[in-house]
């Protein structure tokens, strides 16, 4: 993966949160389908993303989420640096996710 930033350098790991890399995901048209308490599950077409919640995001879970999303790691930047402030994500509520599909 080839981003501006790296995620594997300590200080750079900091700054990608769950909520940012969902933001961003929005930005590139998946929508949110639903949250269990450790990730959140968001689609585009037939392409599903799963985000832990767990706070901050290394780059090898990056590298995991893009792949399963089927997005390219230069489309997502741009959609990261893009994107605006907004309100935080509930890590509280959250809604079943009933059927997650199979991975592949």
Known sequence: MN???DLNRHEDSR???C??????LRALGFTL???TPIRVVMK???AWAYVPRHGRISGGELEAILS???VDAEDFEKALV???PMAPISTRDYTHVSTVPPRG
């Open 44 to 46: 585009r077409d037939r």
């Open 3 to 5: 981003l501006a930033f």
């Open 68 to 70: 399963a999303a089927r």
């Open 19 to 24: 909520e940012d890399c969902v933001r961003a």
């Open 15 to 17: 700054k990608l949160k």
């Open 33 to 35: 389908e639903g949250m």
């Open 82 to 84: 893009g994107i605006a």
